[in-house]
């Protein structure tokens, strides 16, 4: 799933995954057991009405795909494209992350024992930003804007190293 040709962002380690769509839409797929068999279970949701619609079941992953193919081409081609979006994060895409990051820096920080005032810490952590490519921040911004998952917390974790390797490449 992560090498996938589409923006999958793994939510829950190897059981949940999940892809932004077209406007407010996203899909998750995921690992689960449907009167006995375990199976794979593609979901259509918007962020409005979080329970979504499931759109296939199958042992067969393959099967899945083709039917959320067939159902959703143009979110997947949406999503191809998006996920290989080269330019660099724009202002707008590196301030939405920081208002939705912003309460974890103090947590980070302490951690890190980072001995710097906060507002300077927060340029290393854009600096970060700005340089990431669009495909890897829109899939960081699925994330956030999903809540609390295991790509949010790996992709804010490998943020905030790579500003303190700033920080102290700086010093």
């Known amino acids: 799933m992560l090498r996938n040709k589409y923006p999958w962002a793994m939510i829950e380690t190897s059981k949940v995954w999940g892809m932004p769509g077209l406007s407010d839409n996203y899909f998750i797929l995921k690992r689960t057991t449907y009167r006995g068999h375990k199976l794979f279970e593609a979901s259509h949701h918007t962020f409005q009405n979080k329970s979504g619609t499931v759109i296939h079941r199958s ?11 067939t159902k959703y081409s143009d979110h997947l081609q949406y999503a191809e494209k998006r996920n290989t979006f080269a330019r660099k994060a724009t202002p707008k895409q590196v301030a939405y992350i920081m ?16 001995d710097i005032p906060r507002e300077e810490f927060e340029e290393h952590v854009a600096e970060v930003l700005k340089n990431e490519k669009q495909a890897i921040i829109c ?4 994330a956030l804007r999903l809540g609390d998952n295991d790509y949010e917390k790996l992709k804010c974790a490998q943020v905030v190293n ?10």
């Open 99 to 114: 208002s939705m990051i912003g309460y974890k820096l103090s947590y980070y920080m302490q951690t890190k024992r980072i």
């Open 59 to 69: 042992a067969n992953l393959l099967e899945v795909f083709a039917a959320l193919k």
């Open 162 to 171: 790579n500003a303190v390797k700033r920080l102290h490449e700086n010093i």
């Open 139 to 142: 899939k960081f911004i699925f």
